[in-house]
């Protein structure tokens, strides 16, 4: 009896240490999540701070008259030799009839993009009835003078410090005053390929290839990594070389993705000789970081189906490939399909790989099939991060929020896929 009082005794002693340290260590723990969650919505804040202004772009509106002898000199239709630029030069000297000199000329002319001119040939190629016609056109405005607008520019800093002088900031008073100037949703950035004009730039080639990636990478990726697991784990013998087998799963699964860029320009391109920056040699390459991904997650999927599933279908007379196609692999399903989103998520990620297999380069036509030139969209991301522009920043800043809004839908389709489709015993 005394034993049994002296342990409680002691037991209680210690009750007060025991639940300040279940505290200190509860707050510890609320501490550092809560650390996180401020860091993370810094982190989102900025981005979507640094990306909100290249949703939209300046606009500069110019009353254009397609000249017939600038643009079918001789009475010729060859829009070769058509000078669009020189429509608009010509255009925004009448909006300013006082400018005179080349340099100032010259200063004029910076104030609005060079894709002026590509818009103008697009439209008399599509209409050719314009010939001779006098139109009001918005055409975008050059970067300077968008990241001015957008208040990126200092107007107070003396005119040697600023990439506009104080008369171009003049001209771009006098068409803001005439209602000639105004922003509006950039469509271009969803539209367009890449281009070096900051204001011309998109991300639709990017987009465009990490699509057709993808959908090389499921169709390779998904039937060959669910077979493969079925295998392992329902059908291949316990021994050795399957102990070997699932080590190396299991290895590949953390291995660098770096690596697998190595091994995709040793075969694919170099022995195979399959074109360079092609989504198909891309797509082959996530294919190999993505397979050991789906193994291990269809191999847990095939686990969680309950034994007695097998069992009652072999009881019924069912032969094993019967149980595995009937039973298991409908019941495993939701879990393959979760573990293969999860895998394409990583692989859209992922760029490392591709700068191996030369995906680096500049493309700028929308990439029309698999094996045209093409790049990724974490690659145009990487791309436009390394220009000296300041106007490419938050383009940048606009391709990543794009590419996580991916990544958080294909994450979200796999927790509905999972819910909808998971059954319980």
């Known amino acids: 009896m005394e034993s049994s009082q002296i342990t409680r ?12 340290r279940e505290f200190l260590f509860q707050l510890a723990g609320m501490l550092a999540t809560t650390v996180g969650i401020v860091f993370l919505g810094v982190f ?21 008259e397609f000249t017939e002898n600038v643009i079918a000199p001789g009475g010729e ?21 006082g400018v005179s000199g080349r340099s100032e000329r010259r200063e004029l002319n910076r104030l609005v993009s060079v894709g002026a001119g590509y818009q103008m040939r697009d439209m008399i190629e599509a209409d050719p009835k314009l010939l001779g016609a006098r139109e009001s056109l918005w055409v975008p405005a050059s970067s300077i003078v968008d990241m001015y607008i957008k208040g990126n520019i200092d107007a107070s800093l003396e005119e040697s410090l ?11 008073q006098k068409l803001q005053d005439s209602g000639r100037l105004e922003t509006r949703f950039n469509s271009a950035l969803f539209s367009n390929g890449d281009s070096r004009e900051p204001e011309l730039a998109g991300i639709k080639g990017a987009l465009m290839g990490s699509f ?61 000789a399959i074109p360079r920056s092609a989504p198909l040699v891309g797509g082959l390459v996530l294919s190999l970081l993505t397979l050991p991904v789906i193994i291990i997650a269809s191999r847990a999927a095939i ?18 490939m019967q149980v595995v196609f009937h039973h298991v692999m ?15 998520s990583r ?8 700068l191996m297999i030369g995906m680096v380069a500049f493309i700028v036509d929308v990439p029309g099939g698999f094996s045209d030139p093409a790049t990724a969209l974490p690659v145009q991301i990487y791309l436009w991060a390394d220009s000296p522009e300041r106007a490419f920043a938050e383009r940048t800043s606009a391709a990543i929020v794009v590419l996580l809004g991916f990544l958080l839908l294909m994450n979200l389709t796999a927790v509905i896929i999972r819910k909808r489709m998971e059954k319980k015993w």
Do not use: H
Not at 303 to 320: C, D, T, Y
Not at 331 to 338: R, V
């Open 9 to 20: 005794r002691k037991v209680e002693a210690g009750l007060p240490r025991r639940r300040r």
């Open 44 to 64: 989102f804040a900025d981005l979507f701070v640094k990306s909100s202004t290249a949703f939209v772009q300046t606009f500069v509106k110019l009353d254009v």
């Open 77 to 97: 239709w060859d829009l070769t030799y058509a000078d669009f630029d020189g429509l608009v030069r010509s255009a925004l000297r009448s909006e300013f009839p």
């Open 162 to 172: 600023r990439p506009l002088s104080d008369k171009q900031l003049s001209w771009i």
């Open 212 to 272: 057709y990636m993808l959908i090389v990478t499921v169709l390779l990726a998904f039937p060959i990594g669910v077979a493969a697991a079925i295998y392992l784990e329902e059908f291949a013998p316990r021994n050795r070389w399957s102990d070997l087998i699932e080590v190396n799963i299991n290895n590949l699964a953390a291995v660098p993705s770096i690596v697998f860029g190595l091994l995709g320009l040793a075969v694919f391109i170099n022995w195979m």
């Open 303 to 320: 686990k969680a189906v309950p034994p007695s599933i097998r069992e009652a279908a072999l009881g019924l007379g069912a032969s094993k």
């Open 330 to 344: 409908p019941l495993a399903l939701p879990g393959m399909l979760t573990g293969t989103i999860i895998g394409m």
């Open 347 to 354: 692989a859209l990620g992922e760029s490392a790989p591709l």
